[in-house]
Structure formats: C-alpha cells, structure tokens
C-alpha cells in the first residue's frame, strides 16, 4: 500500500516569498494582522485627491463608475458571504441534540403488564482543541481572500473603462481629422469651381476635386457612426459618464527608463497575485485543518430515562467517539495536495504577471516612440501638403498632385493621432496596473464594517 506523508501548511510547496507573506498576514495567534492589511489595501480615503488628466474622465466621475460597477456589487457581496462563513467556522460544526424516545414496555406475565417509558438525552460534540483556532484561521484568510477580490473587481473594472474611453477617443480623433480632410477639400473644391467658371482650370480638375470631397464625406458618415456607436457603449455601461464635446490633444509623458522598478510596482500592488497568495495561505490552513480532523471529536451528553411508569428512574452521562477510517486520511492527503497546487498556481500567476509587467513597460516606451516618428512625419507632409497646394494655385503644378499631398497629409495625421492616443492608453494602463492612476482599493467607511481585527 502507498504511504501518504503528512505536512503542515507551512510544509507545503510554495514559492518564494510566499511563506513570508503568510506568515506576515497572521500574527502570532492566528488572527488577521489588521496593520498589515492596511498596508496591502490602503483606504482610498488616504491617497487623497489627484488632479484629473485632460485626456481621462473626472476623478469624480470614475469614483462613481467603479462604486456602481455590478463586477464591484458582486465582489462587495462575495466579501459579505466571506465573513458569514467566518462566523460560521468560528461557531463550530457541531450543535446540541435532542432525543427522545417513547416506548411501550411489556412484561409477560399473568395477567400481563404495560408500562409507558420515556427516555431523554441531550448531547453535543466537542471540537477538539487546536480545531477551533485553526476555523479562526481559515476564516479570515476566506475574508483576506475576498478583500483583494473585491480590489481584483476594481481593478478589473478600472481596466474596462479604460479601454472603452480610449476606443471611443480613437473613433472620435478619427472622426475629427475626416471633418478637417472635407472641410479642406470642400475649400479646395470651391476653389477650382469658381477657376472652372472663370475658364482659368479644366473641367477634369472639378471633377476630381468633387470626387475627393465626395470620398471625404462618405469616410467621415462611416467615422461619425463608429463614433456614435462606441458612445452609446459608453453610456450604457457607465451611465455617470460624461463625455467631452471633442478630444483633447495631450501628449504622453515618458515613463522613465527603470523598467524594474515598474515590474516591482506592478508585482507590489497586483490584486490577481494578491488573491492567489491568499488562496494558497488558505489551503495551506485548509490542509492543518483536515490533519487535525483525522483525531475525531467526541460526543458526550445527559441522559433521562423514566421506566416502568415511574418505578424507575435513571439519569446518566453518555459519550460517543467516532472510530476514524481512511477517509479521514484520504481527507487531509487531498488537502495537502491542494495546498501544493495552490502554491504552484501562484508561482505560475507571479511568472505570468512579471512577463505582462516587463511587457506593459518595454509596449508603452515603444508607442511613444512610434507616436514621436509619426507626428514629425505628419509635419512633414502638411507642409508639403501646403506647398503643393500653393504650387498649383500659382499655377506651378496639378490639382492631382496636390490632392495626392493633401491624401497623404491627411493619412499621416490620422495615423499620428491614433498612435498619440495609443502611447497614451499604454502609459495610463502601465500607472494604472502599479496603482499610480485611480484609487483602485475602496475599503472606505461605506465597507468599514468588512475590517475585522
């Protein structure tokens, strides 16, 4: 038969650094380190305010997006569910018992006699010491694991939004540089009619000016409505969000050349690493927990009898005592193995989210650095753009070319505009995963009630 070994919690297989955590996270009784918490979720209260960015929503209004985000409720409900289950571990599993018994006894003899019996116990199982402390323990690590959930919820929900108000920046840049390209073909256009009616240009020229423009506007119907499509997706989601009459052009700072230092802040402040931690802790309790379930707890109790109608009377105490079996082995070798995967998932969450750090940084460095390359371009062509444009009015060159010039212009701001507004979302994202953006940990005095000691 295959011998299983037993391991307490800290003997479980965990990663580096992850025991130091655990064993920070509880002190020396088995309780929440209530300071520590503190330092892992700040309240949002004491980060204070932070100016609002032109280019993000107020700070006024994300704080109501994220309290109302139904991800956020959820999380909030989970925590709630995690401190019921902690009252209920650190109430026990066992409860008082009542029985009772009535009975008939008959007695064979002549004539023969009944009697009416009644039998009365009241008893109760008693949890072992150690058990209960460890039930403290396991809930709450439970109550630990819901609060950085509820900070995964927001955080999640923060990323969300984001995005969405960077898709809706992208449509709406798109749309305004298409309402520039028509206005100045619809200029130019002008332009050659009245040349075309003066007899000064070719009725060939007119034609390609109103197919120029005729393009321009069929591109700007198409931007306008994805604009007005990733608004209406804005305002469904997030109702308290109000968006701005036109995009403001804000140019994405650098972020510095230190890449490890945004990997530590990264890693410092990740809520999804933070919950894995804090399952992994629990399974370790978890596993302690099934170890000390194998000592069985005993059940004693008083019992009350009234026999043959009162004739005889009987009081006493009872104790039972289950007998343990392999199941009770086979329940903390499951425990330990699950304590050992937990570890292992979080080792693989922790490599997973260095790589997506070290990733986030070198993506936010290069989109700026292609936002740099595209705007100088940009300036380029406008001014040939312009000079082409000048060129033909002088009558120095054709109107193909210079609707080319102007095509081209055109196309490298588009282009300059997105990768602007892309550098932008890579470096709010890369402030926003190291907590440097918007107050991601909500435990404030609406969730005070959640912090236990």
Request: glycine share 6%.
């Amino acid at each position: 038969m295959k011998r299983h070994t037993h391991c307490s919690p800290e003997a479980a297989t965990a990663p580096v650094g992850t025991t130091s955590f655990a064993q920070r996270l509880f002190n020396a009784r088995g309780r929440v380190n209530s300071p520590l918490l503190m330092m892992l979720f700040p309240l949002a209260a004491l980060a204070g305010p932070a100016a609002d960015a032109p280019d993000l929503p107020p700070q006024a209004q994300v704080t109501s997006v994220l309290r109302s985000s139904p991800m956020v409720s959820a999380a909030g409900a989970m925590l709630e569910a995690e401190e019921a289950r902690s009252r209920r571990l650190a109430a026990g599993p066992h409860e008082w018992t009542l029985r009772l018994t009535d009975q008939q006894r008959r007695v064979r003899t002549t004539p023969a006699e009944r009697f009416n019996e009644v039998d009365v116990a009241l008893e109760r199982a008693l949890r072992l010491p150690g058990k209960g402390e460890l039930d403290r323990q396991l809930g709450a690590a439970g109550i630990a694991s819901a609060k950085i959930g509820r900070g995964d919820a927001l955080h999640e929900a923060s990323r969300a939004l984001l995005s969405g108000w960077f898709d809706w920046l992208r449509e709406q840049s798109s749309a305004e540089q298409w309402r520039k390209q028509r206005d100045v073909l619809a200029r130019q256009a002008g332009v050659v009619k009245r040349r075309v009616e003066l007899g000064d240009a070719p009725r060939l020229e007119k034609l390609q000016a109103d197919a120029a423009l005729a393009q321009a506007e069929a591109q700007l119907a198409q931007a306008e409505g994805r604009a007005q499509v990733t608004a209406e997706s804005l305002r469904r989601l997030y109702p308290a969000l109000k968006l701005p009459d036109s995009v403001p052009e804000v140019a994405p700072e650098a972020v510095g050349q230190d890449a490890a230092k945004w990997v530590t802040a990264i890693l410092e402040h990740n809520h999804e690493l933070g919950v894995a931690r804090a399952e992994s802790l629990r399974a370790r309790v978890g596993a302690s927990r099934a170890e000390a379930e194998r000592r069985p707890d005993p059940s004693v109790g008083v019992r009350v009898a009234r026999e043959r109608d009162g004739e005889e009377r009987l009081i006493g105490l009872t104790l039972s005592l289950p007998l343990p079996g392999e199941g009770r082995r086979a329940d903390a070798d499951a425990a330990v193995a699950s304590a050992q995967a937990s570890a292992h998932r979080e080792a693989g969450i922790q490599r997973r989210i260095e790589a997506e750090a070290a990733a986030l940084y070198r993506r936010t460095t290069a989109a700026r650095a292609g936002w740099l390359g595209q705007q100088a371009a940009a300036e380029a062509l406008v001014r040939s753009a312009d000079l082409s444009e000048r060129a033909w009015q002088l009558g120095e060159g054709s109107l193909s070319d210079t609707l080319n010039a102007r095509r081209l212009a055109h196309e490298a701001r588009l282009a300059a505009s997105l990768a602007r507004l892309d550098a932008s979302e890579a470096r709010y994202r890369l402030l926003l995963d190291a907590h440097q953006l918007w107050a991601l940990d909500m435990d404030d005095d609406e969730h005070g009630e959640h912090d236990h000691p």
